[in-house]
């Protein structure tokens, strides 16, 4: 089901807590929840190493969520909100994890009374990383994850993968990789991906490298690209979290 015709109504709120780390960022929320009895679904977003969560990608994908029924937070990682450019600091990804972690808990906290459905966890390149190593090391944080352009290599050093939480993820995971990216081709994330035990998925964006748009003069060859990614998700999750209910997880 795609979700072109959607409108993007939904209320975008700054958002701040006190946990430590602290949550940044800012939270879509639905117009109208799609369901009555709970809260719908909630997902996390963080962003890549060299951006923080107003990259445009972010921000389109976190629309179209809302706009499905997705109650959605984008938040600035630790080392984002201790300066505001430059990559993250060496040595200190925990405390990157651990504002993931805090970010989960700031949303199952929004609403106690009306708790959510199911709560997803993602990121793009780094923020994606940093989510596998903490659903790997915690595997009821969150029901699935959405992961876009998982750095799986340095460019142009294929012998450096970062591979090494994968055989303990049991969450379900969605890659999302474009056919141009140069931490990691698609026939390199498909072997990677079977290290996996818990279901996974790829979805190809044809054409597109890793900021998942065509480059800085084309950001608008794939203005459908946030909308494919939802069908997509929403596709992964109808079969993926079906498998793991029936396993016993």
Sequence with gaps: MLHKSLRLDSKVLTFSDQSNPPVRGFLHRPSALP?????GDALVLAHGAGSDCQAPLLIAVANNFAAAGFTVLRCDLPYRQKRPHGPPFPGASA????GLRNAVAALRGLAPDRPFK?????GHSYGGRQATILAASDAALADALLLLSYPLHPPRKPDQVRT???????????????????????EEMESALKLIPATTALFAVDGVGHDLSCGKRQRNATPDLPSRI????????GTSLATRSGSGE
């Excluded at 369901?35 to 809260?39: H, K, Q, R, S």
């Design 164 to 186: 090494a939480q994968f055989p303990k993820l049991r969450t379900p995971a969605l890659f999302v990789q474009g056919t141009r990216d140069p931490f990691g081709s698609l």
């Design 230 to 237: 939802l069908d997509a998700f929403e596709r992964f999750l």
């Design 118 to 122: 199911r709560v997803f966890l993602g």
């Design 35 to 39: 369901n009555e009895v709970t809260g």
């Design 95 to 98: 405390e990157d994890r651990e």
